[in-house]
C-alpha cells in the first residue's frame, strides 16, 4: 500500500484541523442534551478552551510514542495516562485512581467503574492511532485496545476501534457508507454500537430532517448520560450522512446535544481526513487558525501548531512502516527528513487480569491471571518472581517460564492476608520480575485492600412516624381512626430518615453483620434480602496515617446520611438515578482510627450506594492512601 507524503500530510492536517474544530465549537454546550439552534455566526466561543480529546493524544505521542517508540503496553500506557493527566473527571478519575494502587489495563477501566464505563472518553482518542496507520486498521485496533482498557471497556473500546477503523481507511476510500461497512466489520455483530449505527443509516434512509431521527435516536439509544458513548456514536454517524458540507456536518453534531465537543470533533476530523485540508471551507480554517492550546494534560510539545503536530504525526506513522508495524509505503518523503523515534524491538508483553475483584481481603484470596506474551521470533525462558507487601502471603512466588516464538503463556497466583495483620492498606503492590535475559522486565500487580463494613439493621417503623408520635395502633391489628381495616401497613410499610432507629455513639453494641468490599459500589442489597422499605446503617472503620482533609464522594439513589467520627458530614434527601458523583464533601480525617457511619434508606426499587476519597488535588494524586481494619 503507498502513499503520497504531501496526500499524507494534507489529510492529517485536515483530521487535525477538524478535531480542533469540532472541539472549540462544542465546548460550551457540552452535556446539553437539549435540540439546540446554533449557526456558523454563534457557534464560537470568545476564546479557545482546551479540549481533553486533543489534548490525551498529545500526550501519548509525546510521552509515548516519542520517547519509546511502539515499546509499550498495558503497565507503561496506564503509568502515562496517569502521570500527565490532570482532567479529573469521570472515568479519568476511576483509572488514575486503579491505577495507582497498581491496577493497570484492562482492569484500571472496568473495576469501580460501571457508570462511566462506557462513556466518550476512549472513543474520542482513536484519532491518533488512525494516523499512525493508515489503511492498516488491525495496526490501529491493537493500539485503541491498549488505550480504551485504560478507562473504559466493551461498548467504548468497540466505539474506537470503529471510529479509528473508519479514520483509517479515510485515507484510501472516499465513500461514507464503504466506510462505515468496514468499520462495522471490526466489531462484534450484536454490540450496541453496532446496532446504533445500522439504526441510523437506516434512518437516514427514511427521512431527511435530523430533528426526527435525533428522537428516534434518543427514544432507543438515549440515557440520562451525556457521555454515553453509543448515543453520541449515533449522533456522529448521523451528523456525517445528513450534513451537505461540512458546515452542516459540524452543526448537526453540535445541536444534536449530549457530548457536543466529542460528537462534533470526531466528526469533524473524519470529513478533515476525507476532504484534506486544502478542501477544507476557508472560514473554518480563519476561525480554527494553526496554534492549538493544552490544558487538560501536563504536557509541551516544542511547537504548539497544527502543521508542526501533523508533521511529527507523520514521524509516528513512519517509525510504524519503518519498523514493519504497518504495510506503507511513502513517496516523495523529502530526502532531509530524518526520524527520531526509537526503533520497535520485539519484547515479551505482560498483561494482568484477576479472577474476579482486583481486592484482598481476610474471608477472601485475590486470584491473579499474568499472561505473558513472547512478540520475538526465539523461545524465551526464565523465571517470574514475585514479591509481596509484608500483609500479603503468595501460594507461589517463583515460577519457570517458558515461551514458544510468539507463543503466550499464563501464569495464576493467589494471594491472601496474613495471619495477625490488623490493618490492611488499600493500596497493596506485589513487586513482579521475569528474569529472562535481555527481555527481562519488572511490572507491579496491585490488589485494592477491601473495606470491611458493619452492617446493622433492617429497621422498619410499623405506622407512619413522620404523621403520628405514637403507634396508633397500640400493638394491634392495624385499623384506621373509623375502626376499618387499614390494608396498607399490613402488607406495605413505613420508613423516616428522621427516625433515629440506633445511637451512632454506640454502633459496637449492636448486633450486624459483615462484608468486605473493594469496589466502591456497596453490596448492600446483596446483605439485606429484607423485602420492603427499610433503614439500615453501615459501619466503617479507618486509618489515617496523618491528619487531612480530603473529598468524599456519595453516589445514592436514595436518601443517606454520613457521619465522620459523630459529625455529620454529607447528605441528601432525594431519590436519583444513581451515579458515583451525586455528592461531594470535603471532610477531616484525623491521625490514626476514623469511624464512618452510613444511614440508607430504602422505600422503593433497591439499595445502591457508593462511597470513595480523593484527594484534594488533581492527576496523579487521586488515591488516598488509607488502612482499613481486618
Not at 480542533?20 to 454546550?29: D, E, F, S
Not at 484482598?360 to 514479591?387: F, H, M, Y
Request: with cysteine.
Amino acid at each position: 500500500m503507498k502513499i503520497d507524503y504531501r496526500t499524507y500530510l494534507d489529510k492529517v492536517h485536515g483530521g487535525w484541523i477538524g478535531k480542533c474544530a469540532g472541539g472549540l465549537i462544542g465546548a460550551k454546550q457540552e452535556n446539553n442534551k437539549s435540540l439546540m439552534h446554533y449557526t456558523f455566526d454563534n457557534v464560537f466561543p470568545d476564546v479557545i478552551p482546551p479540549n481533553d480529546d486533543f489534548d490525551l493524544q498529545i500526550l501519548y505521542l509525546t510521552e509515548l510514542i516519542e520517547k519509546l517508540g511502539f515499546n509499550f503496553g498495558a503497565q507503561e500506557i496506564g503509568k502515562a495516562f496517569a502521570e500527565w493527566n490532570q482532567c479529573w473527571a469521570n472515568e479519568y478519575r476511576v483509572a488514575i485512581k486503579n491505577i495507582n494502587v497498581g491496577v493497570y489495563p484492562p482492569a484500571s477501566g472496568e473495576f469501580s467503574n460501571d457508570f462511566f464505563k462506557n462513556s466518550m472518553g476512549c472513543p474520542i482518542r482513536s484519532e491518533l492511532w488512525a494516523f499512525i496507520a493508515p489503511g492498516n486498521p488491525e495496526f490501529a485496533e491493537k493500539l485503541v485496545r491498549l488505550d480504551g482498557s485504560v478507562d473504559h471497556t466493551t461498548e467504548s473500546i468497540y466505539a474506537e476501534i470503529f471510529l479509528a477503523t473508519v479514520e483509517s481507511m479515510a485515507f484510501f476510500e472516499n465513500d461514507l457508507n464503504r466506510l462505515f461497512d468496514i468499520g462495522l466489520s471490526k466489531i462484534p455483530e450484536n454490540c450496541r454500537i453496532a446496532e446504533c449505527v445500522r439504526f441510523v443509516r437506516a434512518q437516514v434512509q427514511e427521512t431527511d430532517d435530523y430533528r426526527i431521527i435525533r428522537q428516534r435516536l434518543i427514544r432507543r439509544f438515549g440515557s440520562s448520560d451525556a457521555s454515553y458513548s453509543v448515543v453520541n456514536i449515533g449522533i456522529i454517524v448521523l451528523a456525517l450522512l445528513h450534513g451537505k458540507d461540512f458546515n452542516e456536518v459540524m452543526l448537526t453534531a453540535v445541536n444534536c446535544g449530549y457530548d457536543t465537543d466529542c460528537t462534533s470533533a470526531t466528526a469533524g476530523a473524519i470529513i478533515g481526513i476525507l476532504r484534506g485540508k486544502s478542501n477544507l471551507p476557508k472560514e473554518w480554517l480563519e476561525k480554527v487558525g494553526d496554534v492549538f492550546v493544552i490544558g487538560t494534560v501536563n504536557v509541551q510539545r516544542k511547537e504548539s501548531t497544527l502543521t508542526a503536530l501533523t508533521k511529527d504525526t507523520f514521524a509516528a506513522c513512519y517509525a510504524a512502516a519503518r519498523d514493519g508495524l504497518i504495510d506503507l509505503e511513502f513517496e516523495n518523503v523529502p530526502k532531509d527528513f530524518r526520524c527520531s523515534i526509537p526503533a520497535y524491538r520485539p519484547a515479551v508483553e505482560v498483561t494482568v487480569e484477576y479472577e474476579g475483584e482486583p481486592s484482598v481481603s481476610a474471608n477472601r484470596p485475590a486470584s491473579v491471571i499474568v499472561t505473558l506474551c513472547n512478540q520475538t521470533d526465539s523461545t524465551v525462558k526464565g523465571r517470574l518472581k514475585l514479591e509481596p507487601p509484608a500483609q500479603l502471603s503468595l501460594d507461589s512466588s517463583d515460577l519457570a517460564v517458558e515461551l514458544a516464538p510468539h507463543g503466550t503463556a499464563k501464569v495464576h497466583f493467589t494471594a491472601a492476608v496474613r495471619d495477625g495483620v490488623e490493618r490492611l492498606p488499600v493500596k497493596n503492590v506485589i513487586m513482579a520480575r521475569l528474569q529472562a535475559g535481555e527481555l527481562g522486565k519488572e511490572f507491579e500487580i496491585g490488589l485494592y485492600g477491601a473495606s470491611k463494613y458493619k452492617l446493622i439493621g433492617p429497621f422498619f417503623d410499623n405506622y407512619d412516624t413522620e404523621k403520628y408520635d405514637h403507634d396508633i395502633y397500640g400493638e394491634c391489628m392495624q385499623r384506621d381512626l373509623n375502626g376499618n381495616l387499614d390494608i396498607f401497613p399490613m402488607f406495605n410499610g413505613f420508613v423516616s430518615m428522621r427516625t433515629e432507629y440506633l445511637d451512632i455513639n454506640k454502633t459496637d453494641e449492636y448486633e450486624g453483620t459483615y462484608f468486605y468490599r473493594g469496589c466502591d459500589i456497596l453490596p448492600v442489597e446483596k446483605n439485606v434480602t429484607y423485602q420492603g422499605p427499610c433503614c439500615v446503617y453501615l459501619v466503617r472503620d479507618i486509618y489515617s496515617a496523618e491528619e487531612q482533609t480530603v473529598h468524599m464522594f456519595c453516589g445514592n439513589s436514595a436518601p443517606y446520611r454520613a457521619w465522620l467520627n459523630g459529625e455529620l458530614v454529607s447528605f441528601n434527601d432525594e431519590y436519583l438515578h444513581w451515579m458515583p458523583l451525586n455528592n461531594v464533601a470535603e471532610v477531616r480525617l484525623r491521625k490514626g482510627k476514623n469511624r464512618l457511619i452510613f444511614k440508607l434508606i430504602r422505600k422503593n426499587g433497591v439499595f445502591c450506594f457508593s462511597t470513595s476519597f480523593s484527594k484534594l488535588i488533581y492527576g496523579h494524586g487521586v488515591l488516598v492512601e488509607l488502612d482499613n481494619e481486618v
